[in-house]
Every structure is written in C-alpha cells, then in structure tokens.
C-alpha cells in the first residue's frame, strides 16, 4: 500500500503530465516555425483558441444529434483540427510568406495583427462570454494505487494524454522518415542551399505552417473537452507561456521545446503544491526569465549554426 506522502507526489506528477498534453504540442508549434525562420510567430495561442471554439461548437452540435461520447471527441478534435489548419495556411499565405524576407520586428508585428483580428472575432461572435461544454465522461476515473492517498487519473486526462503523445509522435516519424522532414531540416540549416538542391522552400514554408496550426489546435481541443469550455482571451497567456517553453528548451528545436513544454508544466504544479495558485504564472515566468539570463542560448540547444547566424 502507497504511503500517504508517495501517493499525493504521484497524483502531482499524473497532473502536470495532464498539463503538458497541452503545452507540449503548442510549444513544439511555436519551434517549427522559428527553426524555420529564426523569427518569432506570435499566433499559435490564438490558433488554440479558435479551435477550441471549434470543439465546443462541434461539442454542442453532437449533443444535440444524441451523439455518443466517443462521437463528440472525434467529431470535435476533426473540426478544431480543420479549423485551425486553414488558419494556418491563410496566415502562410498572407502574412508569413510576405514577411519572411523582413526583419524580425516586422514578422512579428504581422503575427500580434493576426492575432488581434482572431481575438476580435470571437470576442464579436461569443458577446465577450466566456464558452462551456458539459463535462465528458461525468469525471469518471481509473484508480491506478488504493492508499491513504488514492491515486487516480480521469479517462478524459487519459485521452488527453494519449492524444497529444500520438501527436508529437507523428511530428518525429515525419521529420526523421519522410522527405518533408528532410526538406524541413534542410531549410532550417541553410534555405540558399535548399532551393539550389530543388526544395521548394515556400511550399516547405506552407506546410510547416499548416502542420504548426494543427498542433496548436490539438492543445485547444484538450483545453476545450478537459476543462470545458473557452474564452477568446486565452490564446494570450497560452501562447506567452508556450512560445517561453519553446525559447527556453531551445530557440527552435523539436526536442528543445518537448522539454520547455515539460518544464513549464512541472513547474506550475510544483508552484501549485506548496504555494497560492493566484501568484502562480508570476512566479512561473520569474523562472524562465532566470532561465534566460543563466542559459541564453536554451536547456535544449542546437549545435547546429544557421544561415542567419553567419
């Protein structure tokens, strides 16, 4: 039988899994692109955001069909997935693909615009009113350990879970098996020499795009079907805190940000445990600030040097 003591420390650790099933895969997002471009896109967070709209809407359009459960997941994480990845191809097409060869200020303001105008519709079309689904699954759980402290996980944290680890599963099979994995890593390096080896590197750009979109969508789709709903202000903080996650793994890298998703959801369940949750994103980007300070270049970072670097 688990100690009281191991058995809250292992209920912790199975709650920041939980919370990195979203901030992993919208930081790993956020490092597609800078280690494509070696600049900053600011509009993942909002692309979460728009998806878990999509979800909710797509979660309430199923139930009133009598849908089952497992119906309303896979109807809504295909909406929030579709949703979002036709965010991500007109922001290509229209924003990043014109700014690309532009200083770093100018992509970035061209990402806040995107952002704005993402935030302003859905402030319009909800009324500024928060959105709410009915709890899946009515909270039901698997108990892993009996114990003066009962260890358990909820079959929605679980689905969360699986559903974000396939996804970032499916980010390593096509960048170590697939041709646009090469291409990728070929335009990260160097893009002169991806276009004099016949990469069309404005399609590498797109797609990279696209597929950043529908990670992000993943993290609003758990948002949207774990805690129950969404707000069209919430894409600021997710993507402040999941961009952090992707500079301090590593500016740039797939497995940089893995580990500054991972981090970041440590630390506030750490945070959690022994302190009031109201100071809790303060002292969370104290320590990525500090972070930075100590390790500039990242936990995580490239040994690789880049074009722009030269």
């Known amino acids: ?18 919370l990195a099933s979203f901030y992993v895969p919208l930081a790993v997002a956020f490092a597609l692109i800078q280690g494509l471009t070696n600049k900053i896109f600011l509009s993942f967070g909002d692309f979460a955001m728009y998806a878990a709209f999509a979800a909710v809407y797509a979660g309430f359009a199923s139930l009133l069909a009598g849908n089952t459960t497992a119906a309303i997941l896979a109807i809504s994480l295909v909406l929030a997935v579709l949703s979002s990845s036709a965010l991500g191809h007109f922001a290509a097409t229209h924003v990043v693909a014109p700014l690309i060869g532009h200083s770093a200020q100018a ?9 704005i105008a993402l935030q302003e519709i859905m402030r319009l079309q909800s009324g500024a009113r928060d959105l709410w689904l009915m709890p899946l699954f009515d909270g039901a759980a698997f108990r892993i350990f009996d114990g003066s402290f009962p260890v358990q996980i909820g079959i929605m944290q679980l689905i969360a879970m699986i559903t974000a680890t396939l996804a970032i599963g499916t980010v390593f099979f096509i960048m170590q098996f697939t041709a646009a994995g ?46 129950g709903g969404g707000s069209f202000s919430m894409g600021l903080m997710l993507g402040f805190k999941a961009m952090f996650a992707s500079v301090i793994g590593g500016f740039g890298t797939v497995s940089g940000a893995i580990i500054g998703g ?6 506030e369940t750490l945070w959690t445990t022994a ?36």
């Open 1 to 18: 039988m688990l100690s009281h003591e191991f058995g809250y420390w292992l209920q912790q650790l199975l709650n920041a899994c939980m």
């Open 107 to 115: 992509f970035m303001i061209g990402s806040i615009g995107v952002s």
């Open 182 to 227: 090469r291409n990728w890593k070929a335009c990260s390096q160097s893009e002169r020499l991806a276009k004099l080896c016949g990469v069309n590197t404005l399609t590498v750009l797109r797609w990279t795009c696209v597929g950043s979109a529908a990670l992000a969508s993943i993290s609003g789709w758990i948002i949207a079907v774990s805690y």
């Open 262 to 267: 991972l981090f970041l959801a440590f630390a």
């Open 275 to 310: 302190f009031p949750m109201a100071y809790r994103d303060v002292a969370v980007f104290g320590f990525i600030v500090l972070i930075l300070m100590l390790k500039p270049e990242g936990l995580y970072s490239s040994t690789l040097r880049r074009e722009s670097e030269d």
